[in-house]
């Protein structure tokens, strides 16, 4: 292995693939295309937000000093329902306008009733208390023309893109999506839906790979699985180099005489760090195929989702400079007892009860490495720092999933 780092800790290892960067492009996408894409530039509202004073309200506008004394009346002068409608109305002394949510505030009103609390007689309208002026919404109250609403590196959440929308872009700019190959590796693995021989199982680690890739909002490009062969590796990394901005190989990392992913990337690869200190998921290396970031992740499945949550999401997130999207952690009280290691950084797969607002983690499912249904089953992991004690009772921290 010479001078390369060697069962490292995982802040090690984030810090070493940190300094591997890609140079991303940016591209203008409408805005029906870029949810969950990465905001490349800072994006202030074209407009007022909102453009006018409008009503908050279904009811009616008038002068809030004409209602002081209720119950009173006031005249029906016309009806407001949307922008563009009567917009020569002018409230008086005595006068009410009927409104709908949304619409313009009249000229001479300074507060609203909404309907509920009125009664109408022809072209009268009774209120039963005095009008409110905080039913009015103010122009550019949410966001004034010019204003950044959202900065880049945003992660373009549907409540984001809308956002996008309210302030007037009809597409923005964004990182464009990074092209991740992936690549499982393994003479036993076949497609789900063959039939299966003594000894052979289906391959699965693509499959949850591409979803994580898309979540990260960036474009998976599944390959054929590669047999235990030197030369078929080869083959298919080259491949991958010459059509992805990353690759993702799953198994062949660890000690054995066929984990040929690290044999091929420590004889003809530029390797940067192999083994990391994190349970599950210690085999994993990071370096570089023909100038292409490459990791290589474990072949058991929980341990290739760990380590790419771990590790491959943040270093994705770094080198798009994007703020999302991450996990959400919280604190929760052990049910269960669950099992640190000495060396490492440990997570265990768990179910999240919340009881009257407390939370509390359960071990109900057993912990192997090769166990899917274990993620698949639980809520969140428990992240267990190494060499320490965990009792039921103590609070832990927990990556929801």
Same mark, same amino acid.
């Given at each position: 292995?010479?001078?390369?780092?060697?069962?490292?800790? !995982?802040?090690?290892?984030?810090?070493?693939?940190?300094?591997?960067?890609?140079?991303?492009?940016?591209?203008?996408?409408?805005?029906?295309?870029?949810?969950?894409?990465?905001?490349?530039?800072?994006?202030?509202?074209?407009?007022?937000?909102?453009?006018?004073?409008?009503?908050?309200?279904?009811?009616?506008?008038?002068?809030?000093?004409?209602?002081?004394?209720?119950?009173?009346?006031?005249? $029906?002068?016309?009806?407001?329902?949307?922008?563009?409608? &009567?917009?020569?109305?002018?409230?008086?002394?005595?006068?009410?306008?009927?409104?709908?949510?949304?619409?313009?505030?009249?000229?001479?009103?300074?507060?609203?009733?909404? !309907? &509920?609390?009125?009664?109408?007689?022809?072209?009268?309208?009774?209120?039963?208390?005095?009008?409110?002026?905080?039913? $009015?919404?103010?122009?550019?109250?949410?966001?004034?023309?010019?204003? +950044?609403?959202?900065?880049?590196?945003?992660?373009?959440?549907?409540?984001?893109?809308?956002?996008?929308?309210?302030?007037?872009?009809?597409? +923005?700019?964004?990182?464009?999506?990074?092209?991740?190959?992936?690549?499982?590796?393994?003479?036993?693995?076949?497609?789900?839906?063959?039939?299966?021989?003594?000894?052979?199982?289906?391959?699965?680690?693509?499959?949850?790979?591409?979803?994580?890739?898309?979540?990260?909002?960036?474009?998976? +490009?599944?390959?054929?699985?590669?047999?235990?062969?030197?030369?078929?590796?080869?083959?298919?990394?080259?491949?991958?180099?010459?059509?992805?901005?990353?690759?993702?190989?799953?198994?062949?990392?660890?000690?054995?005489?066929?984990?040929?992913?690290?044999? !091929?990337?420590?004889?003809?690869?530029?390797?940067?760090?192999?083994?990391?200190?994190?349970? %599950?998921?210690?085999?994993?290396?990071?370096?570089?195929?023909?100038?292409?970031?490459?990791?290589?992740? %474990?072949?058991?499945?929980?341990?290739?989702?760990?380590?790419?949550?771990?590790?491959?999401? %943040?270093?994705?997130?770094?080198?798009?400079?994007?703020?999302? %999207?991450?996990?959400?952690?919280?604190?929760?009280?052990?049910?269960?007892?669950?099992?640190?290691?000495?060396?490492?950084?440990?997570?265990?797969?768990?179910?999240?009860?919340?009881?009257?607002?407390?939370?509390?983690?359960?071990?109900?499912?057993?912990?192997?490495?090769?166990?899917?249904?274990?993620?698949?089953?639980? &809520?969140?992991?428990? +992240?267990?720092?190494?060499?320490?004690?965990?009792?039921?009772?103590?609070?832990?921290?927990?990556?929801?999933?």
């Amino acid at each position: 292995m010479g001078d390369i780092p060697y069962f490292v800790n !995982i802040d090690e290892a984030l810090e070493i693939c940190k300094k591997t960067v890609l140079q991303t492009t940016v591209e203008r996408v409408d805005l029906d295309n870029c949810h969950n894409r990465i905001l490349a530039v800072d994006l202030p509202s074209l407009v007022d937000d909102p453009p006018f004073d409008n009503s908050a309200m279904d009811g009616f506008a008038m002068r809030h000093e004409d209602t002081v004394n209720s119950p009173s009346k006031l005249k $029906i002068i016309g009806t407001i329902q949307a922008a563009g409608q &009567e917009d020569n109305l002018v409230v008086g002394e005595g006068q009410a306008v009927r409104i709908m949510t949304g619409a313009p505030l009249p000229e001479g009103a300074d507060s609203i009733l909404q !309907i &509920e609390l009125t009664s109408v007689d022809g072209d009268e309208v009774t209120l039963s208390q005095p009008s409110m002026k905080h039913f $009015i919404r103010k122009r550019g109250e949410n966001l004034t023309k010019g204003q +950044i609403a959202l900065n880049a590196g945003t992660y373009l959440t549907p409540s984001r893109v809308g956002l996008c929308a309210t302030m007037g872009h009809p597409s +923005i700019p964004v990182v464009k999506k990074l092209k991740v190959a992936i690549i499982s590796t393994g003479d036993e693995l076949k497609q789900p839906g063959s039939k299966l021989n003594r000894g052979e199982i289906y391959e699965s680690n693509s499959f949850g790979l591409s979803g994580l890739v898309n979540w990260l909002g960036h474009e998976p +490009i599944r390959l054929h699985c590669v047999g235990d062969t030197l030369d078929d590796l080869r083959e298919v990394l080259n491949e991958a180099s010459t059509k992805s901005d990353l690759i993702l190989t799953s198994g062949g990392v660890s000690m054995g005489d066929w984990d040929l992913v690290r044999k !091929i990337m420590e004889e003809e690869g530029d390797l940067h760090f192999w083994r990391v200190k994190l349970r %599950p998921g210690s085999p994993p290396l990071f370096g570089l195929w023909n100038n292409t970031p490459i990791f290589g992740l %474990p072949g058991n499945p929980v341990s290739s989702h760990v380590v790419f949550r771990m590790l491959v999401a %943040p270093w994705i997130r770094n080198v798009t400079k994007a703020n999302g %999207p991450i996990e959400s952690r919280a604190y929760a009280t052990l049910a269960t007892n669950v099992k640190s290691t000495k060396d490492c950084l440990t997570l265990r797969r768990v179910s999240i009860i919340n009881e009257k607002g407390k939370l509390s983690a359960h071990q109900n499912i057993h912990q192997g490495s090769g166990n899917l249904a274990s993620v698949a089953m639980s &809520e969140g992991m428990v +992240i267990l720092q190494p060499g320490k004690d965990y009792s039921i009772g103590d609070t832990v921290e927990v990556m929801f999933l």
